[in-house]
């Protein structure tokens, strides 16, 4: 390999302030959070202003109701994104330390269990303001790709998930022992500090299917097609849409390193040989877009209002 990108000199806090002791910090990541979840929100708000998008043109919640589920949303999104973290990924490793389970400081989300916490959330919320859990589900599904692309390029800023090694002319050197770490010839570039490793930015090829491709049809659907006069059909697009493009990416992405042994070497969840598996994100996409295909199915088959 002749050309690799060095990465870019970010730092992944946005500013720091030290007061004493004690440093206050705003990470890019944590901005990627509160940016997805207001700017949701306020779509969210601005759809049910307008009746005619929904079902017998009638919203099915006032505006104000918003606040409370944006209040429901993130709650399910930090329990349940640390809790399937730590019940998909390493739960061997925290039964035996109990104690760091609720530790989120310490970094370790996973998207399908915040999704998980999302719909235990929202379905809570229906049931106490007495909505319909469908059409909140489409509402919350049109905006979700805001925060899943934000959140990806502040993975890419933290230096983070990186991907496979790649001889592509875009792969790039990513900072750490652990990304330096290539198996094999694929990936090795030679630099003024010796070989290094080069790898898919994969966090960035999330960012632009799950945000970018992903939001922008959702959001058309939603708005231009009249898909939220068919509760369960928005829905069941982004289960598919997410599915199908995690699954896709993980073909680049750098599989988790606790699921690496001697005779898997990749880190495959589910390995057929060494050098062929699934790893655990495939896995958990293969349910979410079969889910997607029978909600759209049984949206298909009703009579829109």
Not at 25 to 35: S, T
Not at 48 to 53: G, I, Q, S, V, Y
Not at 73 to 87: C, D, H, P
Not at 217 to 241: D, E, N, S, V, Y
């Amino acid at each position: 390999m002749l050309f690799a990108i060095p990465f870019p000199d970010l730092s992944p806090d946005l500013f720091s302030v030290t007061i004493g002791s004690f440093e206050l910090a705003l990470r890019w990541y944590a901005l990627a959070y509160i940016v997805g979840l207001i700017a949701g929100w306020w779509l969210i708000a601005r759809a049910l202003a307008r009746p005619a998008l929904w079902a017998g043109n009638v919203a099915p919640m006032l505006p104000e109701k918003a606040e409370g589920l944006l209040t429901a949303v993130i709650l399910g999104v930090i329990l349940g994104g640390r809790l399937g973290y730590v019940a998909f990924y390493q739960p061997a490793y925290y039964l035996q330390h109990p104690g760091e389970i609720l530790a989120v400081w310490q970094g370790g989300m996973s998207f399908h269990g915040g999704l998980i916490g999302v719909a235990v959330a929202g379905w809570l919320f229906c049931k106490i303001n007495k909505v319909s859990p469908l059409s909140v589900a489409d509402a919350m599904s049109m905006v979700v790709a805001i925060g899943l692309g934000l959140g990806r390029v502040a993975n890419f800023i933290n230096a983070e998930l990186w991907g496979r090694p790649s001889d592509a002319p875009w792969a790039v050197i990513f900072p750490g022992e652990a990304a330096q770490a290539c198996a094999g010839p694929v990936g090795i570039v030679m630099t003024d500090l010796g070989a290094m490793c080069a790898r898919h930015p994969s966090q960035l090829y999330q960012a632009g299917l799950e945000g970018l491709v992903m939001g922008a049809i959702l959001l058309w659907l939603a708005w231009g097609r009249g898909w939220l006069k068919r509760p369960g059909a928005l829905t069941g697009m982004f289960f598919g849409l997410y599915g199908l493009a995690r699954f896709v990416v993980e073909f680049f992405r750098q599989p988790d390193a606790q699921f690496v042994t001697a005779d898997n070497p990749i880190g495959f969840a589910y390995a057929i040989s060494p050098e062929l598996g699934l790893t655990m994100g495939q896995i958990l996409s293969l349910p979410m877009m079969a889910l997607g295909l029978v909600l759209i199915i049984a949206a298909g088959r009703t009579r829109p209002a």
